[in-house]
């Protein structure tokens, strides 16, 4: 059974203002363990390794204990046997091993949930808590010496420390025997044991360090001269406590949504300063103008800093997968390694959420369509495990993430017949991009039979509709019996971003910046008709059809006529040409979700407000190719 909670460092401390911070740090030891477990080879076992996994188990029991979370502390208790015993080498570790620690901080994580959310039945963890005493009870490997040591604590603020020590011993009796040394002196703020273990001195140290701080500590053989008091000669003079890091500060999300949205509205209230500096007479129009040009400078040095602390890195989002592929590949009985590239690359945090469900899909994908099992490809002249690699990178004011294979590959053929059987048009025309744009149709599946992880038809065309809520696109690339790769392409951030604004007739929209390539006089282009009022503009080579905003949100216009510039736009690497009146201003712009606060509107992705207080459409270049293309 757990142990009793360690005794409160203050009475009358209200540990519910703690809750939440001791979830947050359990979810992330938990992550931490789950991703050293899947790195450990258990031929060559490293030893640090084994040290931090121990720590992450010890850290959540810590933690239960202290809340009352019984069934948490016994579980990990459990946990930390096991990882003693293989980090002082008395067993091998073992892939069942590996297996058997795994499923515990699977069940660990749902315990964790069910206190977390309050009034949710309890998990039955009999099985991985049985499996964990199975592996605890191995045979033994050969056993370190026995060693004898004098081990001195202190100087403390906290007398209860010594409690948590001795308590520690006692809850993992391999550590050693420990008792209170008979000879040692006149009381000094000091507090001495002597130990029997087989522990060596970096072990102990990392056992204890949950509780005690390096100087709080010395270990040293027996016979040696008794540890000193400190030169004062008064441990009260310069306590010795642990701390929290002080370089880091958890703050809840919802209040960095706040100050993240007063930043917009100081965009919009410069912007309505800027439209009203224009309307000033000369002199003082220009002495303004300076002005706002120093307040733009120090708005934009905000809005990039309160952004920075939404941006987390990548490998929040990659260090998922490991887990899931392991397992993945042992139920498809495949063999394949992951590798990630661009770990560090950093998104916002409200789109690292919308997007684990996405990119799952697409590495289940790959691992069932893609990769291949390993006699076929022996057979093929590969490696018998396949690679799925994971890699972002930004470009431009996008991030792009590909989930690549080294697998099969698409068949052109396989698609076409599929697409026909389902009554899709597929003709033998098809370039390959648009057969390979058929896998996103709602239900389409290649697989021949339905199994647990495809086959059902749910899948690509999620993926698209999920990523296009998100302002991004997918593409595919495949080469057969090489490979595919999936890339999605996102914006950096949902909240703010740097836009074009046009004018069309009394209308005011705005452009994505990262999809303008480029914008020209209507009157210098080349372009050509098709019949009726469709025209292309030859552009680099290409004809990029010409869309005009005025007819496609009529918008009414004077007699003299409209479109007098051409604003070329690209998405997923399809340009559009659109017609409009004037090129107004570069600025950053807050993106306000039109759907929740109005209706879904086409080819419009969002709206803004601009310095007069009017309203502007920001558009969906994306939405707008696919309407030219029809």
């Excluded at 390979?436 to 749910?458: H, I, K, M, N």
């Amino acid at each position: 059974m757990p142990t009793p909670p360690p005794p409160l460092p203050e009475t009358g401390t209200d540990l519910g203002a703690y809750h939440a911070l001791f979830f947050d740090e359990a979810a992330e030891n938990l992550q931490r363990l789950e991703q050293l477990l899947l790195a450990l080879d258990p031929a060559s076992p490293d030893d640090e390794a084994l040290h931090a996994i121990f720590r992450c188990a010890h850290s959540i029991k810590g933690g239960a204990a202290t809340f009352g979370m019984a069934d948490v502390a016994e579980l990990t208790h459990q946990m930390e046997t096991l990882l003693d015993r293989l980090r002082r080498h008395e067993l091998q570790p073992s892939a069942a091993m590996v297996d058997g620690l795994l499923h515990a901080a699977d069940a660990l994580r749902s315990q964790l949930a069910a206190h977390q959310t309050g009034g949710a039945p309890a998990p039955d963890v009999t099985v991985p808590l049985a499996r964990l005493r199975e592996l605890v009870l191995a045979e033994p490997a050969d056993l370190a010496p026995e060693r004898r040591l004098r081990l001195t604590i202190g100087p403390l603020r906290d007398a209860g420390v010594v409690a948590e020590v001795l308590e520690l011993f006692a809850d993992i009796p391999d550590l050693g025997h420990i008792e209170a040394d008979s000879t040692a002196g006149p009381a000094d703020g000091l507090h001495r044991y002597r130990l029997i273990t087989r522990s060596s001195d970096a072990e102990l140290r990392d056992v204890l360090s949950f509780h005690l701080a390096a100087e709080q500590l010395r270990l040293e053989p027996e016979g040696t001269p008794k540890a000193a008091p400190p030169a004062t000669g008064r441990a009260s003079a310069t306590p010795v406590t642990q701390t929290p890091d002080a370089a880091t500060l958890r703050v809840p999300l919802d209040k960095v949504d706040a100050l993240l949205n007063l930043v917009g509205e100081l965009l919009i209230t410069q912007s309505m300063l800027v439209q009203r500096c224009a309307t000033l007479p000369g002199d003082a129009q220009r002495q303004l103008a300076a002005e706002l040009a120093e307040l733009e400078r120090h708005t934009r040095q905000l809005q990039d800093a309160v952004m920075s602390i939404r941006m987390i890195p990548m490998s929040v989002v990659f260090s998922r997968f490991p887990r899931l592929l392991r397992d993945l590949a042992r139920q498809l009985g495949k063999q394949i390694e992951l590798v990630t590239v661009g770990d560090a690359t950093e998104l916002d945090k409200g789109l690292v959420e919308r997007l684990s469900d996405p990119l799952t899909h697409l590495v289940r994908n790959c691992a069932d369509h893609g990769i291949e099992p390993p006699a076929e490809r022996i057979a093929a002249g590969k490696p018998a495990a396949g690679t799925i690699t994971l890699a972002a990178s930004h470009q431009g004011g996008s991030i792009v993430i590909e989930v690549r294979d080294d697998g099969r590959g698409l068949s052109r053929q396989v698609l076409l017949d599929k697409a026909r059987e389902r009554g899709l048009p597929a003709p033998d025309t098809l370039r390959d991009e648009q057969v390979w744009a058929l896998t996103f149709a709602p239900g389409f599946s290649t697989a021949a039979q339905v199994t647990e992880v495809s086959g059902r038809g749910v899948g690509l065309d999620v993926v698209q509709r999920n990523i296009a809520e998100l302002g991004g696109s997918v593409e595919i690339e495949s080469q057969p019996g090489q490979g595919m790769t999936l890339r999605v392409r996102l914006p950096l951030t949902l909240a703010i971003m740097e836009g074009m604004t046009v004018r069309v007739a009394d209308e005011t929209y705005v452009l994505p910046l990262a999809a303008v390539v480029e914008s020209l006089r209507a009157e210098a282009a080349v372009l050509h008709g098709l019949g009726g009022e469709a025209q292309v503009l030859r552009h680099r080579d290409t004809l990029v059809p010409v869309l005009d905003l005025a007819r496609i949100f009529a918008v009414p216009h004077t007699a003299s006529g409209s479109g007098s510039i051409l604003v070329v736009a690209e998405s997923q690497g399809q340009c559009v040409a659109l017609r409009v009146d004037e090129l107004l201003r570069q600025q950053p712009v807050v993106v306000k979700n039109l759907e929740a606060n109005y209706a879904r509107v086409d080819n419009v992705a969002g709206a803004t407000l601009l310095g007069d207080g009017r309203v502007a459409l920001i558009l969906d270049v994306a939405a707008l190719v696919r309407h030219a293309q029809r």
